[in-house]
């Protein structure tokens, strides 16, 4: 094998190519310029493909690239050798390296044509611009997609902030809302409806709206609305204003029903036509005292001259005089009509309310039967009042009266004097200004009176007293009196419990400290606590639970002892039982307390009475320790009792 090699190496005797082409410079340069300029295309080719492949990694075939760099390399290198060949016969060498390029040639060439459809999938620049103007496309309805998505976002957004702000309407109206569809049924039940109504939003939903009025309006009203009576849970019902309008939801009707509760305007209206009542009463009474008066001038006149010119007739003379004194009797009658009608003529002074009071005590003392106790007591400060005396002690005394007829077997009669002051709510008494007064009570333990003889007890002439026993004209002349001297009276009264009737008198203006007045609505405390409110009088109900919510607490309103033990096992959230002590369906306040200690140890309990505690002690109503707020009270007096009652409840176990 050396042997060849040696023997295809030796070039001692061959000749060079110039020897052929006869050492012809032109001939020769043309060559040779020929040959160099493809042996530098050749070796450029060979770096820029390595330059290539080395700065593209993501190329596919890089093998390729290296093969065909190698045999473009040899090409060059052949090219290199044919100029070299033209003084120099190394025709060894240059047959050796032709020999390496064809096989470099050979090899590339067998490569590349299986390779030939892998490259052909190769996306060509039209097809790559096709491709990029796809994505461009799609990137523009991306952009138009999310731009839409985005779009939705904020309408589904807007859409929830709508619902979020008509659900807190719908939720804290103070009106109820009902929903319902065209076969009454409803779907959707506020909060303000669940206290209207007393049911909670569950149990009546997709039943019959029928169900919330007395059978026979049901239908009606919640066709048209207007004014109407609603039926609570507990069978009882109260006033109320309906407005029912209509829409179209995924294209069913529905109705929207709203209820506005009338109880505070049917009491305000009741209270206004009984005040009117009585005031055209007393304009009639008036009218008939004025003239009675001057026929019993002119009777009792007669009479007397009569007796005079009698004297030696003494069965005669006896007639006149029988004629003058029922004429002066008469003449009382109408007096206390002139009282009545506020007609008559009045003197007012300051009057120390305390100092009458005692002074009446000794007077009290010899005018009522041994078996009845008299009590006085005072607020604090000086209570001064400015009103006629006369008509005052005339006024004391009659109510002092009434109650020892009050209470045939004896009792307790309780005068008591304090300084009041009527606020702004005057959902009870909503014909008395509001300010300061005199208070002057008086309170008996006897035999009540009912609501209907309550409602009529002012009227002229009405009595339940026996025939010859009362004219029915002494409640009539206190109210006359009290509303004369610009106050007011009232009567609170529970059957079997007593009785206890306020006077309201004008404070006199003294020109005293403020020291001496109870403390402004502006300083009432208020609280946050939950509070259950017992009270079966739906007008007193909804007073108090104005008064209660405006001090800032949260209420549950019960009707009745039963209703009251159901919310406290179904909210552990109460802080406070705030109940009367007088109710119907055989559970008293006190024993609502009982119970719901049971249920409740160490719940706090106010209770509310027409009657002062001492009162309700005597007659074994309740416990001397008991917290007890006398009705009408004002907001103040019940800021305090609340939270009187609830501090009372922070012990130490």
Known sequence: MWAFFERLLDSSMLSPHGICLLWEPELIWLHVVSDACIAAAYFSIPFALAILVTKRRDLKFGWVFWAFAIFIMACGLTHVLSIYTLWVPVYGIEGMVKAATAVASVFT??????????????????ELRQVQAALEEEEIKSRDAALLLQQVRDAQRAMRESVARLTAIVETAVDGVILFDAQDRILLFNPACER???YRADEVMNRNVGMLMPEADAARHFAIGGE??????????????????????????????????????KLTEQQLQQAQKMEMVGQLSGGIAHDFNNLLTVIIGNAEHLSEQLKARPDLKRFAEDICQSGEQGAELTQRLLAFSRRQLLRPQTIDCRSLLDSMFKLLKRTLREDIEIRT???????????????LESAVLNLALNAQDAMPSGGHLTLATELVTIDDDRALHPEVAPGSYALISVTDDGEGMAPEITARAFEPFFTTKEVGKGSGLGLSMVYGFAKQ??????????????TTVRI?????????????????????????????????DPFVRSSVIRRVEALGYRVV???NGKDALQQLQGDPGIDLLFTDIVMPGGMSGWDLADQARRLRPGLPVLFTSGYALETLVAQGHARPQSIVLTKPYRKVELAQRLRDALAAAVVPS
């Not at 004008?506 to 259950?532: H, M, V, W």
């Open 109 to 126: 060439a067998a490569a590349l044509w299986p390779l030939l459809p892998k490259i052909l999938t190769i996306p060509s620049p039209f």
């Open 196 to 198: 209207l109504f007393g």
């Open 228 to 265: 109407a009576i609603g039926l609570r849970k507990d069978g009882t019902t109260f006033a109320m204003d309906l407005s029912v309008g209509q829409a179209r939801q995924d294209g069913e009707l529905i109705f929207v029903g709203i209820v506005h509760d009338l109880t505070a305007r």
């Open 377 to 391: 007591s005072s607020g604090p400060g000086t209570v001064l009042a400015f009103a006629d005396r006369a008509q």
């Open 485 to 498: 001297s610009g106050g007011h009276v009232s009567i609170y009264s529970e059957a079997g419990l007593g």
């Open 504 to 536: 309201y008198l004008p404070r006199a203006n003294t020109g005293g400290s403020q020291a001496d007045l109870p403390d402004g609505e502006d300083k009432a405390p208020r609280g946050y606590e939950t509070i259950l409110i017992v009270e079966d």
């Open 557 to 559: 309103a019960a009707v």
